[in-house]
């Protein structure tokens, strides 16, 4: 079965620029979505079809791919997006989704 | 604007059933897609399925077939989760989610004797 991968965690600190990558053999035609999950809350989406932000999303996260990557980039990244982060997209035939495994984002 | 609003928490006991709700509002129920995503204690998202809220036709993820069923009441705009023979590995938080943006506030289904 189709799979996104992601690194269990990153760490940065604050001010610093967090990048969380995403692979999948199917990026290259399907696009990525990533979502911020804090402890105990519904995720929430933060980019979607590649590298939009929805409105109310601060401007310093984006995204971008290149290839079967794609990248979730948080540029000076503050304690409180300290979370989980996720990305999602679908296999080749778009009728399943697949989530990635998630990262945990350290700022500190 | 578009709400999900779930069941809420249910104790079950191993080998029993549950039906979690998940009603939706601000938006046309059946012309959007309702997916159902699992969350283990400390584990990730897990996606179980969708089903089409036009048709009622269901889609089932690997690994959710058999025990797992998705339902719709599009008269009240409320799409359903039924799990039977449960089982403890089945304590969750299931979500239903307006893929990409919407998600319910997700129900927790604890399985113990």
């Known amino acids: 079965s189709y799979e996104l991968t992601q690194p269990p965690s990153v760490s940065v600190s604050p001010g610093q620029t967090a990048r969380i990558t995403c692979s999948g053999d199917?990026?290259?035609?399907?696009?990525p979505y990533w979502y911020q999950q804090k402890s105990g809350q519904a995720p929430v989406l933060v980019i979607y079809e590649d590298s939009k932000r929805p409105s109310g999303i601060p401007e310093r996260f984006s995204g971008s791919s290149s290839g079967t990557m794609a990248t979730l980039t948080i540029s000076g990244a503050q304690v409180e997006d300290e979370a989980d982060y996720y990305c999602?997209?679908?296999?080749?035939?778009?009728?399943?989704?697949?989530f990635g495994g998630g990262t945990k984002l350290t700022v500190l | 604007q578009v709400q999900l609003v779930q069941s809420g928490s249910e104790l079950k006991k191993p080998g029993a059933s549950v039906k979690v709700s998940c009603k939706a509002s601000g938006y046309t129920f059946t012309s959007y897609a309702m997916n159902w995503v699992r969350q283990a204690p400390g584990q990730g998202l897990e996606w179980m399925g969708w089903?089409?809220?036009?048709?009622?036709?269901?889609t089932y993820a690997q690994g959710f077939t058999g025990r797992f069923v998705f339902s719709l009441d599009t008269s009240v705009s409320t799409a359903y989760l039924q799990i039977s023979s449960l089982k403890a590995e089945d304590t969750a938080v299931y979500y239903c989610a307006r893929l990409a943006a919407d998600w319910g506030q997700g129900t927790l289904v604890t399985v113990s004797s």
């Open positions: 999602y997209s679908t296999d080749s035939s778009g009728n399943h989704v697949v």
């Open positions: 199917a990026l290259p035609k399907k696009y």
């Open positions: 089903i089409n809220t036009n048709t009622g036709n269901p």
